[in-house]
């Protein structure tokens, strides 16, 4: 009995928001009021149903497309000799209408797969309220399972490795968290089964699908000829603009106007900003067209996106402090204390020598390094440069080392004066850069792989600010001394690499940037799956 009513516990953990978090804390305030509930003969009042174990397998016979979820459930009834868990001597269990329920609204959740069966549960379901049915209490067991895998749980593990995505994956594991959900069923409130961005997104899809039911956004019609508006310049395309962006609440207030005015500049350079531009005043045809992608798209791409964080272990913002790299955005930031300490833009890898998605521990920091050419750029790029011009290594002020090429520490140096390292088989680095002049453009994938930093000496003393080896002139000095120095740092720091095309900020705007990697359409397409 208490097993089958430890598993009631489970659906209501995940179904209406357990926060693991929280449970650590409550864990030993529950446990101290265990020996209370037992002098009270604490007991459930529901008598034991059982069922033939043979209809299990007669039901996945029946109804394959479940299969997935068939050891799980003979496992659990096994555990429970067969028990009924959905129902009670009363009838259907409160439970059993939770997880119906949450079954109808999986679109909230970002889930747009087609619910196998789902048409025939509807059809018995409001028949089988009072007197125990096995297929129902099967089809709602195995939809448990199907909602913790499609909202906790998300795609499965091989199929994102094949998507290009390596950062390790949240485990989910419940069943110790029961006694005290049974104990004290307060915890049942909190909400932190999933990262924060998760919850910001959801609210998001449902502001933009009630847009979407209300008719979305018309497409801008601008002028054949058109290349630029300017503040203070009149157009019916303002008209059209200034409509468009009080729908995403770039602007607060719809005043028809055809006066490029203030309050439109302010709302251009809101949107300019969630979505990845240069933040100027000048209107020109690009940011037209990325008015005009339709909200249907919109509404893909923040499905995506939550999907990703599905994957995203709750640890991540545990660490002291670590430093998270966004592909799309062209960003770095570095958590200290669980705020942003640093916030830097990024060069990465071009489409063809894609930046890796994964995570690490940065262990060192290197500076004025040598740039160890790699073998790849050594025969394909600088092999064929000096057959053309003998004084190519010296003109770069590049050497041989062995059998291998590296380029001398040194301001022109490709890595710049310093680089920041966490080994990893992908040979993937942070480093500052001599083509500062890069990290101006809106689009900045250029380089073979590596993340070059714009503000790496700003980077470098944040890392080694708890270090009393160390000092901002200290820093500027190994810098500039034209040795490479490498240091060990005492506490390593995670590094994770990340693709979201879509987000929400600290202000509430929802960000979308460019999937230049392109890899959201397969992603979509996998969340269609069954």
């Not at 439109?264 to 933040?279: C, D, H, P, T, V």
């Amino acid at each position: 009995m208490k097993k089958r009513e430890w598993f009631i516990g489970l659906v209501l953990l995940v179904l209406l928001g357990f926060s693991l978090t929280s449970w650590y804390c409550a864990h030993k305030e529950a446990a101290d009021k265990t020996d209370a509930i037992t002098e009270r003969k604490f007991h459930f009042e529901e008598v034991s149903l059982s069922f033939d174990s043979t209809a299990v397998t007669a039901f996945y016979a029946k109804y394959p497309k479940l299969v997935l979820y068939q050891k799980q459930a003979v496992d659990l009834y096994r555990k429970n000799q067969f028990t009924y868990l959905w129902y009670d001597k009363k009838g259907r269990k409160e439970t059993a209408e939770v997880i119906y329920n949450k079954m109808n609204n999986l679109v909230e959740e970002g889930v747009q797969a087609k619910v196998p069966y789902k048409e025939i549960l509807d059809g018995i379901f409001p028949k089988t309220n009072t007197k125990p049915n096995v297929e129902v209490e099967l089809f709602l067991t195995n939809y448990y399972f199907y909602y913790t895998n499609k909202v906790l749980q998300g795609i499965d593990n091989t199929k994102v490795e094949e998507l290009g995505w390596y950062l390790p994956r949240k485990k989910l594991s419940y069943g110790q968290y029961l006694d005290s959900l049974l104990i004290d069923p307060k915890l049942i409130d909190n909400n932190a089964k999933l990262i924060g961005q998760y919850y910001k997104l959801k609210d998001v899809l449902q502001r933009y699908r009630t847009i979407e039911k209300n008719g979305g956004w018309e497409t801008i019609v601008a002028p054949a000829d058109f290349k630029q508006l300017k503040p203070g310049d009149s157009s019916d395309l303002v008209v059209q603009i200034r409509k468009r962006l009080f729908l995403t609440n770039d602007i607060a207030v719809d005043s028809k106007r055809a006066v490029y005015d203030e309050s439109l500049q302010e709302a251009i350079l809101k949107y300019k900003k969630r979505n990845g531009f240069s933040e100027d005043k000048i209107i020109l045809p690009k940011h037209i067209s990325e008015m005009n992608v339709p909200i249907s798209d919109r509404i893909k791409t923040i499905m995506v996106n939550m999907e990703r964080c599905r994957w995203i272990s709750t640890d991540l913002t545990k660490a002291k402090a670590f430093i998270v790299v966004n592909i799309p955005s062209y960003r770095l930031t570095f958590f200290k204390d669980g705020k942003a300490a640093l916030v830097s833009n990024v060069v990465v890898g071009t489409a063809l020598n894609e930046t890796v998605i994964f995570s690490g521990m940065m262990s060192y920091v290197v500076f004025s390094p040598y740039w160890n050419v790699p073998k790849s750029i050594r025969d394909k790029e600088i092999l064929p440069a000096i057959k053309k011009n003998k004084d190519y290594l010296a003109k770069h002020n590049m050497e041989w080392n062995g059998n291998n090429i590296r380029q001398k520490p040194g301001p022109n140096n490709s890595l710049g004066l310093v680089k920041f390292l966490f080994p990893n088989s992908n040979n993937i680095y942070l480093h500052d850069t001599p083509a500062k002049n890069l990290f101006s453009q809106e689009k900045r994938a250029f380089s073979h792989g590596c993340i070059r930093v714009q503000k790496p000496k700003e980077l470098a003393q944040l890392i080694l600010q708890d270090d009393p080896n160390w000092n901002p002139e200290k820093i500027d000095a190994a810098m500039n001394s034209g040795k490479e120095k490498w240091y060990t740092l005492k506490n390593k720091i995670p590094v994770y690499i990340g693709y979201f095309t879509a987000w929400v900020d600290d202000d509430g705007l929802v960000n979308f940037h460019k999937d230049i990697y392109g890899r959201d359409n397969a992603l979509a397409n996998l969340l269609l799956e069954e």
